[in-house]
Every structure is written in structure tokens, then in C-alpha cells.
């Protein structure tokens, strides 16, 4: 405030005769009452309150110097006068710049204005929200004679914007994920660059969720990769594949580097499969598929047949049906006769890949083992024959074994049946079994799916629902019936059919983490991803970091168009 004391003393004294006269402090004008405050509906009102308490101070004294000091008539003393300036604040207050961005007419009005902000800086630190894309907050301060003074009232926060993209990257860089969503949600739909910056948001969300504790956070975030092709974070769905996570979690990490063409997950696959095979680790034979997907076959077969080498390992001869090894069939032909039954049901499990010139014949002699986990396991293997030409004594003893005492075998049966002699469906519908009526959806009529889909077993309703809906017609007033079902399986089973936004909505925040995953995803295919984006990218900054909700939100933005 030197400056501006200077100002106001220089117009005030009066020299006479070379000794100054007394100073006569007598008011030129009523005084000021105080600056309206600030709306509290305007953006960033609490942090232009607190700068006005250090502004207006010292405002108020520079004009109150001149209304006690100067006659009504001095420039000074103008209620006209305003100037405006831009200031630019720094994270700690300190004020970068500021920027003259409206003249009074009036010089030393407005020195004394650059004088107070000399003097206020540093303000106080301001709120990351309030900040712009260049890191700083700006703000536009009015400087007036009349009441308005540098009340709060008449300042505002001022947005400075940069090209999206880089300012994303770099809020991401930083880890600032919830501001680079709520940049990406604010941006306007027309901006070229918000689609790439929502997906690197979406992305940045992944990758949290796959650092994260929550394994169910984890797990979405492994099958979003896979299924929406996230290649850019094939290493952290490869750190999935460690032997400490949960088994769900792996095998759903083996199925996402699959779908990624991540080869640097090979060596990983291929030392595991090699001890799981030894283990009798069922993981083995989703690994086993993953490097035949990978183009490493012949490794995984090579890795199956050292664990044959010493016997009928059950496991490993299962793992024949993904990567078979040649020149087998007479082992496979003396387990399926004399090893145990869990060695017997492997060998059905295995074909017909495993030996397609015998395949017929193990299939058919396994039909009549008499273990029943056997004859399901070879009536399964049936389903997998010959479509075309199917073989006719498989058929005929299939047919027999839809009345087989034990519900798991009549089951296999009939799923069997309805892929190799769709034409004739041997029924199941009022089978006792549940399991039974599971299988028998794939011939039932529409009305017996009707039927079905009021069952009082949820597997029977869900299978049945999913069937109609596959029918088309009118399976919609079904759908909405079931997305009240008390069973999860039902209710993701509806999702299909449903088009009601608010009905999926509150599905996508249902308590099944299936439920809410499939209902998002199908919101967002409905709506659109553009017409989505600002909506998911709010909800993502709202979820809590890390969680399976902000890897759901990603996952359904990822995958649909």
C-alpha cells in the first residue's frame, strides 16, 4: 500500500507559501456500507469469500482515504470508477499473474488496484476444483467506487481451457483420475478429442481396479480387458495369473490374455500348466486352452504328454480335448476299460479330439459303464460327435439313457439328443431333476418354455428364459417379470430382453456384482457411448477408487460403440 498512500497524500496537500496547510479531514461523502456478498449458488463462492476478506480490506481503506481526504469533486472520488483484472493463482495463493483486463480511465484508480493485489498476494491456497486446465485458478476481480467496492459479489471464477487430450494425459500422469473424468464429463460432446480422452479415462480406471485389494474389482477389471481388447494393460492381467490369487480370478486372467495375444504370458501358462497337470489342478485345462489360442499347441501337448507318461492322470487326459497328442488310442482305449472311473470319465471328456478314428467306439462303451458319472461324462461326449451324420447306435443308446436312474446322466442325454437329432426332442420338460429340465430348454417348445420359466428351480427359469428370448416373439413381458426374480442367474438372464433404461438402471446397481455388470453393459449399448459418456464418467468419479463399481463402469463404456 505504499504506492497507493503516496497517490492519495500527493493530491491531498496543499502547498501554501512553501509550508503546507492543515489537513482538515472533513467526509466529501456519506460513507460506504459494505460489498453484497457472494451468491452461494456460484461456482467456487467459499473461495471467493476468502479472497475478498483479504481484497476487500484494503480496498475499503484506499476509498475511504479518499472520501475522508479528497473534495466530492476529485477524479478519486468518481463513483463511476471500475477496473477489472484477471488474476492467475497458483496451488499455495500466491498470485502468478495478473492481468489488467478493464481501465477505469483513471491511472492512479487504477495503481492504486495494482498496489492492493501487490500487497494481498499470496491469497489463500484454493481448491483443486476450482482449477483450470493450466493448473491454476483464474479469477476475474471487479475494483469499483460505488458499493459494489472488491466485494465478492461481482467477482466470478474463470475456466481456461487447453486441448483435452494432453490436459488428460496429463491429470492421469499425476494420478488424478477423478479430475480428469469430471474434465471429460464437462467437455462438450463436439470436442474431437473426447472419445480418446474418455478412454483413457476408462482405461486409467481398469488399471486401478487391477492394482487394486477388492478381488471382485480385479476380476471385472481382467474380463473388461479381455473382452473389450485393452491391450495396452496385458501385463497387469498378466500379474493376475500369480498362484496367490483366487482360482476364479486366474482362470479368468488365462481367458483375458487369450483374447489379448499376449505371447509374453506364455512362459507363465506353460511352467504352470506343467505343474497343475502334475497337481491334477483343473486350472490346467483353461491354460491348455489359452496356449493352443496363443499358437503354443504343440507346447501344451508336449506338456500333457509328459504327464501321461506315468499313468492315466485324469486331469491330463481331459486336457487331450484341447491340446490332443497323437498315436494315444490304445491308451486311451485301456484306460477307458480299466482306470478308475475318474480316469474312465476323462477319456469320454477328451474325445472325440483325443482319438477321432475311435472315438465312436470308447463313446459308445462308455455309454454302458456301469458308473453313472462315466455314462454322463460319454453321453456329453456324444453331443460332440458328428452332426451330419451322427452315429446311429450312440443315438439309439441315448435315447435309452433319457431314463437312466440317475438325474445326471439323463440330463447329458438330452442335451445330447437335441444337438445330434434336433428333429425328434425326447422331451424332459417334467422330468423330477432340475437339472434335467436344464437341458431339456434346448428342444422345448414356446409354450413349454413358458412353462419353464415359472419353474420353481432358478437354473430351470434362467435357462428357460434365455431360450425363449433366443426364440424372439414375446419374450419381453417374461424378462420384465424376472428382472424381480430372487435369484441372480434369472435376473441376468432377462437383461437381454429388456429395453426400459430406468428398469436396467436400477438392475446396474443391483447387489449381484453379475447383475449389475450385465445390466450396464446393456444400458450402454442401448443409449449409446456418446450419449453415455458424461453420465458413466460422473458415476466413475463418484465410485470409490479401486472398486469393482468404477470397473464396471469402465468395462461397459470400453465395449460399447
Sequence with gaps: MRELARVVVVVAVVGCGGRPAPVALVPSSARLPGPAPADPTVRGAAYLTLVEAQLQERWAAFLEDCRLRLPRAHPLNAPALVTTYELAIG?????VSRTQVETSGNGDFDTAVADVLADASPLPAPPRELMSDDELVHLRWQFARDRRQAGAATARVVTVELPLLAVVEGMLGRGELVRAARRVAAAPASDPERAAAASRVMVSALREALDSPDGGARRVAVEACGRAGVRELAGAVRAQLASGAAPELRVAAITAVAALGDHGAVPVLLAALREDLAQG???????????VALGHGQDAADAVRAALDGGGNPIAVTALAVAPVPGLADKLAGWAHAGDRATRSAVCAALPSAAPGHAGALIASGLRDPDASVRAACAEAGGRGDRTHPDGAIVQRLRELVRDRDAAVRARSVAALAALD?????????????????????????????GLVLDRDADVRAAALSALIALGGRATPAAIHAADDPSPAVRCAAIPALSDLGLLARLARDDSPEVATAALLRLTALAGRSARTAELLEQLAAAPAGSAERARIAFAWLLAS
Design 91 to 95: 496451488r499455495t495463493g500466491a498470485i
Design 281 to 291: 489342478s483343473r486350472l490346467a485345462l483353461a491354460r491348455a486352452a489359452a496356449l
Design 422 to 450: 434336433p428333429a425328434h426332442p425326447v422331451g424332459g420338460a417334467q422330468d423330477r431333476a432340475a437339472e434335467v429340465r436344464v437341458a431339456a430348454v434346448r428342444t422345448a417348445s414356446e409354450a413349454e418354455l413358458r
